[in-house]
């Protein structure tokens, strides 16, 4: 009897590199007859304006059973993937990025190692062909993530891995901020490694803004550590000590009469000082007071406007 493995694609303004992508899927897919397994293809469009639903109704009238789920609008690609996991039916999984910076080739060798008994394979990238503030950006958030997170994360991060179905119901009973790659890590697995470069982007742009980034690396820091807070936290205590030693200097020098006329320029700086450590703390509550009502109002991850199964 065959088995079945599940690639879920979220889709969005990716309809220059659709066609590239149907015809590595397609040799993926012949690939895998020939060692008796099955292709379950999910794609989930994210919200795009392109032309990528039309060229993905287009493939499934080629392919009949593809299934297109459409969401409403752009709900971002760590949440269209989660939706794409719950309608994954095969023995394994992989969430492929539509893009093709990640070949689709890939998984073959995933899959070999996946037949060895690993129920988590991870491609880690040796090199990666980005712009540099995007690399720089990146290497930033992987050093944070390994100091503060998991120690053992990738040192340039991944996209591609392949995954048991025992592990599904652990992702997709998630939160709505819980960042997929780095929970992947969290739940403890040890990775079956596979090295490969990352390819330039074929084409089209990213659509992964700056503050999708900078949202992505709250979601981390917040949801999967409690030591970006102490880190916070312990400056307040130093800052705190600080002040202390400070006052009981002023209040000793006051005793002597040594207390010179106090200056304009030195309040306004302490002032400044203290107010802006306070209006970070009060931003860092705001973050996570926003992310624990997201999970608690019993809001949809995502709204899918329509199946096409």
């Known amino acids: 009897m065959s088995k079945k493995v599940s690639v879920v694609i979220p889709v969005y303004f990716n309809e220059e590199s659709l066609d590239d992508l149907f015809k590595e899927l397609e040799i993926l897919e012949n690939n895998l007859i020939v060692r008796n397994y099955t292709l379950e293809l999910i794609f989930v469009d994210d919200g795009s304006l392109d032309n ?59 899959l070999s190692k996946w037949e060895k008994g690993s129920k988590f394979v991870v491609c880690y990238r040796k090199k990666r062909e980005d712009p540099f503030l995007k690399i720089l950006f990146a290497r930033i958030l992987y050093i944070l993530i390994r100091k503060l997170v998991i120690s053992n994360y990738p040192k340039y ?15 997709t009973n998630t939160s709505k901020s819980m960042y997929y790659p780095v929970h992947l890590y969290w739940l403890g697995y040890k990775p079956d490694v596979i090295f490969y470069k990352r390819e330039k982007r074929r084409e089209g742009k990213s659509r ?65 000082f203290f107010f802006g450590l306070i209006i970070l703390y009060l931003s860092l509550i705001q973050e996570y007071l926003w992310r624990i009502y997201g999970d608690i109002n019993k809001r949809s991850d995502v709204v899918v406007d329509m199946i096409y199964d």
């Open 157 to 171: 991060g991944f996209d591609l891995s392949l995954l048991d179905k025992s592990i599904l119901k652990h992702i």
């Open 208 to 272: 992964w803004t700056f503050y999708k980034n900078i949202n992505a690396t709250l979601d981390i820091l917040l949801g999967f550590t409690s030591k970006f807070s102490q880190l916070i936290s312990l400056f307040g205590l130093i800052t705190s000590i600080g002040s202390f030693l400070y006052g009981a200097k002023l209040i000793l020098a006051a005793l002597l009469g040594n207390i010179p006329v106090p200056g304009y320029a030195s309040i306004v700086v302490i002032l400044s």
């Open 52 to 110: 990528s639903l039309e060229k993905l109704l287009n493939y499934k009238s080629k392919r009949v059973n593809t299934k297109i789920i459409k969401l409403t609008r752009n709900f971002g690609a760590n949440l269209a993937s989660k939706e794409g996991l719950r309608h994954v039916t095969g023995d394994c999984f992989t969430v492929l990025a539509a893009d093709l910076q990640d070949s689709p080739s890939l998984i073959l060798d995933m």
